[in-house]
């Protein structure tokens, strides 16, 4: 499963560029050419984004990445609970 979410990620990537590029190149007269570029674009992005984050939370459940200490954890906020 994991292979297969990082083979998402890199297409989906590379949609973000591609398409991105393509929106930003795109002449202003075709504007349905230029908003399909950019929805593709939106698309590819959440979905990088999307894989990207399953695959860092995966690698820290299976050890193979240390958790980020850069993250707030519930226990160290000592105001909430009371």
């Known amino acids: 499963m994991a292979k297969m979410i ?5 297409v989906a990537w590379s949609g973000f560029w ?5 929106a930003l190149t795109s002449d ?6 230029m908003v399909t570029a950019v929805a593709l674009a939106a698309v590819g992005a959440g ?3 999307w ?14 990445a240390k958790p980020s200490a850069s993250r707030a ?4 906020d000592e105001g909430l609970g009371g």
């Open 6 to 10: 990082a083979i998402l990620n890199v």
């Open 18 to 22: 591609a398409f991105g590029y393509l």
């Open 28 to 33: 202003a007269g075709e504007a349905g050419r």
């Open 47 to 49: 979905l990088g984004m």
């Open 51 to 64: 894989a990207w984050f399953w695959i860092v939370r995966h690698t820290e459940q299976i050890g193979y």
């Open 73 to 76: 954890r519930f226990e160290l």
